[in-house]
């Protein structure tokens, strides 16, 4: 919620004396942050054009986002620097002899947008002292940096698909088993926002998909669409059949209802392309897709077999008949309802 006694305005040079009061306000509200690995040195204001975020290709040096880009939207920054907001942060590479941003990414989009010159930002150095057991090298530190500023601040946190790419990653370069996991989820990054069954679901997640490689290969819904848009085929439904061998049928029932009213629309036989993204072997995707092709047979028997009897009980009853209905509703409205949590006719 926007509160402009919390907004300062944005000067224009690095200049200390405009700053110092800011910076103070800053520590106060939003301490730096200790990360394994890293040690904090200091909060500056830094021009915004100096701050490293490429590397020598100029790609991005952003490591550990592949579900989204971490992009802010402008919202209350245009109102200044929120004193209670930690600013992004860099961290100083040795090999490079350059301090790389780490943190806060989507918000330079956002600087340049809105022509801030100048920004916080909180510097920090590796620390051998702190540094886990499991961080390995810079880019270990790095990226175990990255994923924790975006495990538990305002922006955009790392999805699921950020925290699984870096995790197959320290898999295949360490062979990291379950335990090693668990504790890099536990001693190494920040996740606020991740439940004890989150964190178990990514890890189970990382550890097939490095059994599955050289073997598998698991697309993206994106990737599937646009190999079905670059063969001309555009009309072709997505079905993904992971867990169809054990009879999940939620992915096919929510096609079911748009499929229907495709097909009411066209009269033609409406295609789906079936994909994977769990199963570890090539007999499994068989299976999976096997399961998910009879489930569909057998559902549209059942929907057939609903209208063949909806039309029946309509001749025997009248056209009046209704399959289903809402019929009754729970007392919620305090203050209107005279009972609370008792079950009354719908509508009333």
């Known amino acids: 919620m926007f509160d402009d006694k919390f907004y300062r305005k944005v000067p224009t040079t690095t200049n ?3 700053w110092q009061s800011i910076i103070d306000e800053t520590l106060d509200y939003a301490p730096a942050e200790e990360r394994p690995g890293e040690r904090h040195v200091e909060r500056v204001p830094v021009y915004t054009k100096d701050v490293n975020r490429t590397n020598s290709s100029g790609e991005n040096k952003n490591l550990v986002r592949f579900e989204n880009p971490g992009d802010r939207d402008v919202g209350s920054f245009e109102h200044g620097i929120d004193v209670r907001e930690l600013p992004p942060h860099t961290l100083y590479n040795p090999e490079t002899d350059q301090d790389d ?15 801030y010159p100048v920004w916080l930002i909180d510097r920090y150095v590796p620390d051998s002292e702190t540094q886990s057991t499991r961080q390995k090298t810079h880019e270990d530190i790095r990226e175990d940096s990255a994923l924790s500023s975006n495990g538990g601040h305002n922006g955009k946190t790392a999805a699921k698909r950020d925290y699984v790419s870096v995790l197959r990653g320290k898999i295949d370069r360490y062979g990291w088993d379950k335990s090693q996991c668990e504790l890099w989820f536990k001693n190494d990054i920040k996740c606020k926002n991740l439940s004890k069954q989150q964190i178990k679901d990514y890890i189970a997640d990382a550890i097939r998909a490095e059994n599955a490689k050289g073997r598998i290969e698991w697309p993206t819904d994106h990737d ?11 009309d072709v439904s997505l079905l993904n059949t992971t867990n169809a061998e054990t009879g999940n049928q939620t992915r096919f029932v929510r096609s079911l209802i748009p499929m229907m009213y495709k097909y009411n629309e066209t009269g033609k036989t409406q295609e789906y392309c079936l994909y994977n993204t769990k199963v570890t072997t090539h007999q499994g995707i068989d299976k999976a897709h096997e399961a998910m092709s009879e489930m569909i047979e057998k559902d549209i028997n059942l929907v057939l077999e609903f209208a063949d009897q909806v039309y029946l009980n309509r001749r025997r009853y009248g056209q009046d008949h209704q399959p289903c209905k809402a019929s009754y509703r729970v007392t919620q409205k305090i203050n209107q309802d005279t009972e609370i949590n008792k079950i009354v006719e719908y509508p009333d």
Do not use: A, H, P, S
């Open 224 to 234: 599937v669409l646009q190999l079905l848009k670059d063969d001309n085929k555009e």
């Open 101 to 115: 941003l780490n943190g806060g990414y989507g918000r330079f989009g956002i600087f340049g947008y809105l022509k």
């Open 16 to 18: 200390l004396d405009e």
